[in-house]
């Protein structure tokens, strides 16, 4: 079992899912139950997915929650790129602060997996 709140790829996600719930609130009223509903879902799948794949005893067990976690880092950048485009005067917040910390989740996430696939691979040999 592993420590979740140790893992950086954790603290991060758990940053982006801070900063997806500060923009969401400027988002107009009437996507509540649209894209802010969306998003905020999705930022709070990742960190989530992340802890929960943490707490099992096997790699391929933890991979298969990081798979889930980054399938929702993804959902979330297409959120953010509908949003970005609908909507100008979040642009600056969504390109220069949300989607380059969301980007680096991804690619620690894809390093994780990557790894735990190694191994998994090795322990199967």
């Known amino acids: 079992m592993r420590n979740f709140r140790t893992m950086i790829v954790w603290q991060k996600s758990f940053d982006l899912c801070t900063k997806i719930y500060d923009l969401t609130k ?3 009223s009437e996507e509540k139950f649209g ?3 969306q998003l905020r879902r999705a930022a709070v799948s990742i960190p989530s ?3 929960e794949g943490a707490a099992k005893f096997t790699d391929a067990h ?4 990081l ?6 880092s993804f959902e979330m950048e297409t ?3 509908i949003s970005h485009q609908i909507y100008p005067p979040l642009q600056k917040s969504i390109s220069e602060i949300i989607l380059p910390l969301l980007i680096e989740v991804q690619k ?5 997996i990557s790894k735990l696939t190694t191994a ?5 040999d």
């Open 79 to 81: 959120q953010l790129l």
């Open 120 to 124: 998994v691979s090795s322990a199967k």
């Open 62 to 65: 933890f991979k298969k929650f």
């Open 35 to 37: 894209l802010v509903s």
């Open 26 to 28: 400027s988002f107009p």
């Open 67 to 72: 798979e889930v976690a980054i399938g929702s």
């Open 108 to 112: 620690m996430l894809n390093s994780m």
């Open 49 to 51: 997915n992340i802890a």
